[in-house]
């Protein structure tokens, strides 16, 4: 044992003074009494207070010099030398990876087991040696530059947190290497479970394997992690064919090495619709379809559990639950009057961004109300409230007029200077007749020598279309201008969508946010209700803020209530992280490294417990001291006694 501040014992100098004012006797007033029979234990406290008397033993006094004796240790800074991974600057990289969420440590999570190694590291290092510690997720971070105070590399060790997506060791390594300034003694201390790119594995990587670059100075591994047991959810999508209910595919892996009975179960909008038991074979995946969905859901879920009373384990649960939300969400609701125009209806149910039902022209108008109508060959009665497309219309209407059938349909010309019509071409589109609409507030968009083909713009704060002629009388549902034609109207019907980045992605993906040109605020709300809120600059909003699984919901502000909604989902789906077998060596440049070994000379000091054992001795030695109090003696006894007589 040595002492790193040997003149710290000098304070055990302080003991001479506590000791004399044991032997010192504390001067009193002198009273004449009759008697001093009543007064014996007073005459004895007179005694023991005679000055330099020899001492006698004393609970308090004992326990006031091991106190001293404690702090004065404490202060002489004892150690120990003892062997440890690194020495001079060290660089400790804590793995935040979603598989350092995995619970086979005995500390309870590996990233839990991390934080205690780097806090021995701290306590082991030796003097004049310095510690970064660097946060490897999706973006590494600096949690405290190069220092020597202990007390802040341990709080940053116990402020930091692990994450759900991937780590970035590439930027990492670059980013540690940076901060040693090329240093000769830099030893850079990865503490990891090793999955997926520090691995080197190509097939856990997702393709390649990806090689880290070469640093300076010492690299050095530290595993944690003991366990390979994990169940995963891999891949959930939803999709649906024209005119057909969505349907949903799921594929599970069983990471572990032992097979495993497990329960599956799907909620459709949070209530519960299947349920069922299924068998996952070591390292086989396991896919399911389920068709038929409700056409009008919004969000779905996806989970993996373990049946009650199971004896197997599943260290990982981020990974045991996956989202999707409908292809439809977002779009508008458009109904088609025909007769049976399966041209018509194959072509809008093919186009994104519009939820296509069907209506019986015979029957009139449903109750319920849409987006958009699309009126083929067909005029209500009564026209709805909503947008408005015409399709070689038989009658007028109050808002245009329907004129004699025409079959002058040479000389197509579509106006260019519409960017409705920026793709469309009708040179080659071949027309029988058409019916003469004339409408004054509609621009003609197309027209031929009879007149206009196809007539749209807004009336009554509504948008409305005109297509003069029946799509069986020409050849254009043949060629590619129709699914052209469809797009370009169905985008100026439709708005732009809030979320344009699809409706899922991985954890850690940017979204890209697009309000509409009226909207002044806009809401993020994240699965665990947090929201934040943007100013809307007329630019899309990038939002970074997914690192947790789940639902978000995005809600678009042009007053007080939200005029447009969406959600979009956040799942994990990196077999990189569900695998979470731990690695017993890492690839780095051209080199593999193997689990680090004590090589370097730390110091282990043991003032934090000397300090806290002063500390319990200040505790019994106040009470001891008031215990001594509060204990009667002999002498007071009598001399109550004797006043109650009197």
Known sequence: MQLLTPLGLLGALLAIPIILLYMLRLRRREVVIPSTLLWQQVVRDREANTPWQRLRRNLLLFLQLAILAALVLALARPFQIVPTVGAGRIAILLDASASMNATDSADGSRFDEARRIAHQIVDERAAGDVITLLRVGDAPEVLIPYSADSAQLHDAIDAALPGFGSADWNAALTLAAAGGGGAADLDVLILSDGGGVLRGDAAQSGGAA????????????????????????????????????????????????????????????????????????????????????????????????????????????????????????????????????????????????????????????????????????????????????????????????????????????????????????FSGVNILQFRQVTADWAEPLITVTGGPLLLAGEVNERQVAILTFDLRDSDLPLQIQYPILLSALIEWFTPQRLVSAGESVRVQSPVTIIPGAAADRVQVIAPDGRTRDYTPTGMPLIYADTAAPGVYRVESFSGAAPDQTADFVVNLFAPEESAIAPAAAITVGN????????????????????????????????????????????????????????
Not at 611 to 622: P, V
Not at 639 to 644: D, G, P, S
């Open 591 to 646: 080199a593999e490294i193997t689990q680090a070994v004590e090589v370097e000379v730390g110091q282990r000091e043991y003032w934090d417990v000397l300090a806290l054992a002063a500390l319990l001795l200040l505790l019994i030695e106040w009470v001891a001291y008031h215990r001594r109090l509060r204990a009667p003696t002999l002498g007071a006894t009598v001399m109550r006694r004797a006043a109650r007589s009197a």
């Open 210 to 425: 990806l090689t880290l670059p070469a640093i300076p100075g010492d690299l050095r591994y530290i595993p944690v992690g003991r366990d390979d047991a994990n169940l995963a959810i891999t891949a959930l999508a939803v999709a649906a064919l024209p005119g057909e209910a969505p349907q949903l595919f799921a594929q599970f892996v069983n990471n572990g090495s032992a097979d495993a009975d497990v329960v599956i179960d799907l909620r459709v909008d949070d209530r519960l619709v299947a349920a069922f038991n299924a068998t996952l074979l070591a390292g086989t995946p396991y896919t399911w379809t389920r068709e038929n969905l409700p056409e009008s859901f919004t969000t779905l879920r996806v989970g993996l559990t373990l049946p009650a009373g199971s004896g197997e384990v599943d260290h990982l649960a981020v990974d045991n639950a996956a989202w999707a939300v409908s292809s439809g969400q977002g779009a508008r609701r458009a109904l088609l009057m025909t007769d049976g125009n399966l041209f018509l209806e194959q072509g809008l149910r093919s186009l994104p961004g519009v939820s296509v039902s069907l209506g019986d022209p015979a029957r009139g108008l449903p109750a319920d109300a849409y987006d958009l109508y699309v009126f083929d060959n067909f005029v209500p009665e009564a026209l709805p409230e909503g947008d408005l497309l015409f399709i070689n219309p038989p009658a007028s209407t109050a808002l245009f007029a329907v004129g004699a059938v025409s079959t002058q349909t040479s000389g197509a010309r579509v106006r260019r200077d519409d960017p409705r019509m920026t793709f469309v071409d």
